[in-house]
């Protein structure tokens, strides 16, 4: 890992050491069930710096990180979402700071930088689950988070097209788990009400091959979407014709290096671009 994202992500020029292993990670979990805020299927930690001994430590509150873990279930996840979330990067969506490290057992674990946190102070957050007061983080459309969005962010034209390029990648990547959970509005302050970082981007089809296209509805529909289901995805949310997909021409070299270089496990690697592959051709997008 470069000097750079260690100081960005740790605020030091040393990469910090995680003093546990895999096993330890669900009894560490329980310990602090009923405090932690993060949910999900994947176990995961609220984590400090403990800078005298520049450790990783799972706390239960006051956390500055999260911590993902392999798990049995879905194998490679955390290598996984971190390539996912380089190859966001690569294309200018905005992510935290996020990382692979090792835990004490060499299992690589991914790392994020909370963002709902600034100088020690929390930042109001709210999930579009919560703000569609809805029942189920799977039911509800993409459509009903956008136009939410219009109406509370204080940059409605410009978050709503960020919204839309998240909507796109994530199909592209074959994230077909991206729920009302997924989606959130940080609250700064009155004049700032905004779009969260992305985040939880991962490419489900690897692990879940019969999963859905997408977890909410896009044009009625939660599966073979196509380009014509974007677009008028794009119409309604008012997307101008001409950055709709422009920054994902002729993108299939960028992520076949970035997949090449990640820690997903060679013979995953295939597979992951040709899923890319596939529904760069159904976007009707140039790979190359």
Request: aromatic share 8%; net charge positive; with cysteine.
């Amino acid at each position: 890992m470069n000097i750079k994202l260690i100081k960005e992500m740790f605020n030091t020029s040393k990469l910090p050491i995680i003093d546990f292993g895999l096993e330890d990670v669900s009894q560490k979990a329980q310990k602090s069930a009923g405090k932690l805020s993060i949910s999900g299927v994947q176990p995961k930690l609220s984590m400090k710096l403990d800078k005298k001994n520049n450790a990783l430590i799972s706390v239960a509150e006051g956390g500055e990180y999260i911590l993902k873990p392999q798990t049995v279930a879905f194998p490679n996840i955390p290598e996984n979402e971190q390539c996912c979330m380089d190859i966001a990067a690569e294309f200018k969506i905005a992510v935290p700071p996020h990382c692979l490290l090792p835990l004490k057992d060499k299992s690589w674990a991914y790392i994020v930088k909370r963002f709902d946190r600034e100088s020690g102070v929390k930042i109001h957050q709210e999930e579009f689950f919560q703000i569609l007061e809805s029942g189920n983080k799977y039911q509800g459309s993409v459509e009903q988070i956008g136009r939410k969005l219009k109406e509370i962010s204080t940059a409605p034209g410009y978050d709503v097209q960020l919204f839309f390029e998240r909507v796109v990648f994530n199909f592209i990547i074959g994230n077909g788990d991206a729920h009302l959970k997924n989606y959130s509005i940080a609250y700064k302050d009155k004049e700032t009400i905004r779009l969260t970082p992305a985040y939880d981007m991962v490419c489900s089809k690897l692990v879940i091959p019969d999963e859905e296209d997408s977890a909410l509805s896009i044009n009625a529909k939660k599966n073979e979407l196509k380009r014509d289901d974007f677009d008028k995805l794009a119409e309604y949310l008012n997307i101008p014709i001409r950055i709709r997909y422009e920054k994902f021409e002729k993108s299939l070299i960028l992520m076949e290096t970035i997949i090449k270089n990640s820690k997903i496990k060679q013979e995953i690697q295939e597979r992951f671009i040709n899923i890319i592959k596939e529904r760069l051709s159904r976007m009707n997008i140039a790979a190359e």
